[in-house]
């Protein structure tokens, strides 16, 4: 059984920095992503990390390029987001989102989300 553990979340001011981590118990991982979701909105990709022949591809979304960095942890299945210069519009849930890897497909997890709000 595959686990999503975040953590990191919380209160932060304007201008702030936060980081964010997904530990996940498994193996095969092809990709692990965060996602936000703010109250009545969609849920929008943050960043993702590919491992693919021993380097790791990224990938930001337009709103978090330049302030954010996703990195990996391959050794311990850990991804990390630095989230830096916070803007009250980052407010929202961050989900991480695990892809495994199986014999004839892949499959996709979910954490159950982690809070950071950003407010003076």
């Known amino acids: 059984q595959v686990q999503v553990v975040e953590s990191g979340g919380g209160l932060v001011q304007p201008g702030g920095s936060l980081r964010l981590s997904c530990a996940v118990s498994g193996s095969s991982i092809v990709t692990m992503g965060w996602y936000r979701q703010a109250p009545e909105k969609q849920r929008e990709l943050v960043a993702d990390i590919t491992t693919l022949r021993s380097s790791n591809h990224t990938n930001y979304g337009d709103s978090v390029k330049g302030r954010f960095t996703i990195t990996m942890d391959n050794a311990n299945n850990t991804m990390y987001l630095q989230m830096s210069s916070l803007k009250p519009e980052d407010t929202a849930v961050y989900y991480c989102?695990?892809?495994?890897?199986?014999?004839?497909?892949?499959?996709?997890?979910w954490g159950q989300g982690t809070p950071v709000t950003v407010s003076s």
């Open positions: 989102k695990v892809i495994i890897a199986r014999p004839r497909d892949t499959q996709a997890y």
